[in-house]
Every structure is written in C-alpha cells, then in structure tokens.
C-alpha cells in the first residue's frame, strides 16, 4: 500500500508518496494525476504562497510567516479545497488534518491518503 503525504519544504512540490516501507518513491503528482493541469497548478500555487513565508534574500534565509491574519486563513481554506478535489480523483483520506508548527515556527501540515 503506497501512501501520499502532502508536507511543505522550502521549494518542493508538497505531494509526496511513500511505499510500503516509509521510503520515498517520488515527490509528485501521483502517476494517475499526472496529465490533470488543474489539480498540478493549484499545488503549485499553494506551494508558492508557503515558498513565500520565507525571507531568501540570498544573504539571509529565515522564516516570517503570514502577516495577515486572513491570508493564513486563505492559505488554510485553498489547501482543504485543493484536497477534496484530489481525494474526489481516487484517493481516501485516511487521517485528520493536523496543523503543527516545528521548532523554527514553519508550518508542517500531515495529511495522508491511502491508495
């Protein structure tokens, strides 16, 4: 059973898919959806505005997260929308969104699909 994580890094596509064993098989669309420009555009623009909670100014590269309250909401309310139209495209979603912050204040966002 593979396993698909959307988990945001600095400048990665957050989809990511595990095998059975916890090892990473690729970091993309999951071959069934690759072709789907929709669902590939709208990841990359939520990744874009995650990418952009980020000062990378080539001298210094640190964290400063949502500085409106509403864009942090927006971010939040694209993601879930951007997950229901990809669990409509075969995929079952298996554990409840957590919203978790690591030790630098970024957000981390663990959400896993089974298929």
Known sequence: MKVIKIKFEYRCFPLWIYGENNELIE???????????????KFVHIQEIYDDLYLDDGKEFRYIGFRETEKREAFFKD??????????????LTESMENLKDKHGSILLKIIWIF
């Open 27 to 41: 970091n993309d669309l999951p071959p069934y959806l690759i072709g789907d420009n929709d669902i590939d555009s």
């Open 79 to 92: 993601l879930f929308l951007y997950m229901i139209m990809t669990k409509h495209t075969k995929m079952h």
